[in-house]
């Protein structure tokens, strides 16, 4: 297929879906010349495109190697979860008038089944993709209108793509229990009880991460 003058928003654009769909792993390499190859267009708008994803935070250039995909640190998750909980704490507050909507209860519900199912096959990235998608659907029904864009630069797929590889392996049962917790209080109309189960799962989940980066000498 022939070299086509792509834009660098079109380059942009599939590079980072490719980084948060795993084509591009983390730690691996971005050799300017082998992408341009790849998405049949020229040098220009990948060097471009590269520099925009080292200041949204997916990409990193070291000297003397070049670009490579962000690989992120166990502090890292642990900034992202700080920062998911006080959105989600912002999210379930204002959605609380909206409880009795029964076509959100219902879409609540669909989420929740679709986490619980994933968490049955323990299929990391149906079950992180679920968990996406409900953050921004609670985040849609909000009203706000920075919760998502927060999200977004957060890179909340990829972020939660690469938390799976940090957590031991038992976290399923209790991880999918908290969701239901959460979404089970706010089925109930208890938008205080939904607070309190959300905080609690995202400081069990820093201290899962916590402990697994410095584990317990035996």
């Known amino acids: 297929m022939p070299k086509t003058n792509k834009s660098v928003e079109t380059v942009l654009a599939e590079i980072r879906t490719g ?19 790849q998405l049949h267009t020229s040098l220009a708008p990948v060097r471009e495109a590269l520099h925009i994803l080292v200041g949204e935070g997916l990409v990193e250039i070291r000297p003397n190697k ?3 995909v962000m690989t992120l640190t166990h502090q890292t998750f642990i900034d992202g979860l700080q920062v998911l909980e006080a959105t989600g704490l912002v999210a379930l507050r204002l959605i609380s008038a909206r ?12 989420k ?4 619980t199912d994933a ?3 323990r299929n990391p990235h149906d079950f992180f993709a679920a968990i996406a998608s409900s953050h921004r659907l609670v985040n849609d029904y909000s009203g706000n209108s920075y919760l998502n864009p927060i999200l977004n630069r957060i890179h909340l797929e990829y972020f939660y ?11 399923w049962d209790r991880y999918t229990a908290n ?15 939904a607070e ?14 916590t402990e697994h980066s410095h584990p317990k000498s035996k």
Request: net charge positive; glycine share 10%; hydrophobic share 35%.
């Open 119 to 121: 968490g049955k096959r």
């Open 66 to 68: 070049g670009a490579s």
């Open 19 to 37: 980084i948060q769909r795993g084509r591009y792993a983390p730690g691996q390499r971005l050799i300017t010349s082998e992408l341009a190859r």
């Open 112 to 115: 929740l089944d679709s986490i």
């Open 196 to 209: 309190r189960a959300w905080s609690q799962h995202i400081r069990w989940v820093i201290a899962l991460i």
């Open 99 to 110: 409880l009795k909507d029964a076509k959100f209860r219902g879409e609540i519900t669909a």
């Open 179 to 193: 969701y239901l917790k959460v979404g089970k209080a706010l089925s109930s109309g208890d938008s205080r009880g």
């Open 161 to 171: 793509r690469q938390l799976a590889d940090c957590l031991p392996d038992d976290y």
